[in-house]
């Protein structure tokens, strides 16, 4: 049988277009992962460098007791007891760093109660949830609830 090389040009072509893809992907590959790709891991080394340069916002529960065992010893006594100081009022490393002089922002009572007190079936059973419609009668939820043990 006589084998004709007639047809392979077809197949070239092909070959050459799969290699000109590879040789565009690598191009690309190398112009788009940043430096120290892979070294750790898969991501880029450097980021550890940039997290660990960012301003530390948070400064942990363990800082707001030293001026307000107050407002500690009222948490503690009741149901809220789990929740951090910071959960609700936010990051204060700021406050905490400026000796207390750096007010933190009022909580906005109503959105941030009903965050984790909104009737949601998704949310867990022992979390006690309410419907707003049905439950709140026009005042901010603080004005019957102390925040910092909310028992009625
Ligand atoms: C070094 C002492 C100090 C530390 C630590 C501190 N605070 Fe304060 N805090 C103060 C002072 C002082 C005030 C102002 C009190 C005033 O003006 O009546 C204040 C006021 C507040 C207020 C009320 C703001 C307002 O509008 O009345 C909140 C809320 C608060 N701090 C939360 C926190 C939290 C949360 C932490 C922990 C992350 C914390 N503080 C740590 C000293 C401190
Ligand atoms: C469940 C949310 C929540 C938690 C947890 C919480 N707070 Fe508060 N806190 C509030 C709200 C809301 C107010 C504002 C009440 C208002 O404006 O009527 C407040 C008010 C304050 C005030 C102003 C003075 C006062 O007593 O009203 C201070 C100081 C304070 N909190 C400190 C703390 C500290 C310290 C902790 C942790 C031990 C803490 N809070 C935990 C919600 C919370
Ligand atoms: C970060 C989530 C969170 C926020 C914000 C929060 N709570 Fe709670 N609350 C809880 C959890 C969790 C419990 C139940 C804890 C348990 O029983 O383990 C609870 C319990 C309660 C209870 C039942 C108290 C009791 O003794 O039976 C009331 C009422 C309540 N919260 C009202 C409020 C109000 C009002 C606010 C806003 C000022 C608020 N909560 C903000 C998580 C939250
Ligand atoms: C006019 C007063 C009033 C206001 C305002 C109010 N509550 Fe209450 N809340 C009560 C009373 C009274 C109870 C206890 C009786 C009950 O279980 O209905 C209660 C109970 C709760 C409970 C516990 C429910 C349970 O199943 O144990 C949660 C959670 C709660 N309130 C959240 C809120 C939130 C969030 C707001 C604001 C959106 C709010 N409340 C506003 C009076 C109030």
Redesign the pocket.
């Known amino acids: 049988m006589r084998v004709s090389f007639q047809d392979a040009k077809h197949l070239i072509s092909l070959v050459g277009l799969f290699a000109a893809a590879v040789g565009v992907f690598v191009i690309l590959r190398a112009a788009v992962v940043p430096a120290g790709f892979g070294k750790y891991g898969h991501y880029r080394a450097g980021a550890i460098d940039d997290n660990r340069a960012r301003a530390v916002k948070?400064?942990?529960?363990g800082?707001?007791?030293?001026?307000?065992d107050a407002?500690l010893q009222v948490r503690d006594s009741g149901r809220h007891k789990t929740i951090s100081?910071?959960a609700?009022?936010?990051?204060?490393?700021k406050?905490?760093a400026s000796?207390?002089?750096e007010?933190?922002?009022?909580?906005d009572v109503i959105p941030l109660c009903l965050n984790c007190h909104e009737k949601d079936a998704a949310k867990p059973a022992f979390l006690p949830q309410v419907v707003k419609a049905d439950h709140y009668t026009g005042t901010t939820c603080s004005d019957c609830h102390q925040p910092h043990n909310p028992k009625m």
């Open positions: 948070f400064a942990g529960q800082e707001c007791v030293y001026c307000h407002q100081c910071e609700c009022h936010g990051p204060q490393a406050h905490v000796d207390g002089k007010k933190p922002a009022k909580p």
